[in-house]
């Protein structure tokens, strides 16, 4: 019944998504932007993980900018076999690869690892995330295993469209929860 529940949202999260305009997708994501620049957690991290956005994901390119240029480490997640996932600093930000899945990512053997224990705050995508910080991603689960190989204190923002956001979603064990959710509207905070 969950599996179920779960692609029924991941399928309306991918109309959601494919349905904003160009024009609405710019402005939103720099509200989004905005909001996280202005968090304490963003503020005080001196190593934070983001992620190349997709075409239908909020697009954090400036903030990956303005990390960068006020001299935080930023790294993105690498893709590795089995369905694992490494954080990497790429070599060079104007030379990346593209994943099996089309996504973004540094170029084998041109970019340091970073072990996730050293990781202060990371940003993470999903299709679907609820007002208690559940987050449904695409089904894969490389988020979730990566997040628990994290320090217990490592801050975990989600980011999305407000339009992503549902009262609730089904979440499992294995789901891990954000500490934040940060959209083109509001904040939403989980309370434990």
């Known amino acids: 019944m969950m599996r179920q529940d779960k692609a029924s949202i991941r399928l309306k999260c991918r109309e959601r ?47 990956i900018e303005k990390a960068i240029s006020m ?14 996932m490494a ?10 690869g593209v994943n099996c899945y089309g996504i973004a990512e540094p170029v084998k053997d041109r970019h340091t690892v970073v072990d996730p224990s050293e990781i202060d705050l990371i940003l993470v995508p999903g299709l679907a995330f609820d007002s208690q910080c559940n987050r449904l991603g695409h089904g894969t689960g490389y988020y979730d295993r990566f997040l628990t190989r994290c320090r217990p204190d490592t801050v975990k923002f989600g980011v999305c469209f407000e339009t992503q956001v549902y009262k609730e979603i089904p979440a499992e064990d294995t789901d891990v929860p954000m500490d934040l959710v940060v959209t083109d509207i509001t904040t939403y905070i989980r309370v434990p």
């Open 17 to 63: 998504r494919k349905a904003l305009l160009a024009r609405e997708k710019r402005f939103n994501s720099q509200k989004i932007v905005q909001r996280i620049l202005q968090k304490d957690q963003f503020v005080h991290a001196a190593v934070i993980m983001m992620f190349l956005p997709t075409e239908y994901e909020p697009d954090i390119h400036p903030l």
């Open 71 to 84: 001299g935080k480490t930023v790294c993105v997640p690498y893709c590795l076999p089995e369905r694992q």
């Open 87 to 96: 954080a990497a600093v790429p070599d060079d930000w104007t030379r990346l």
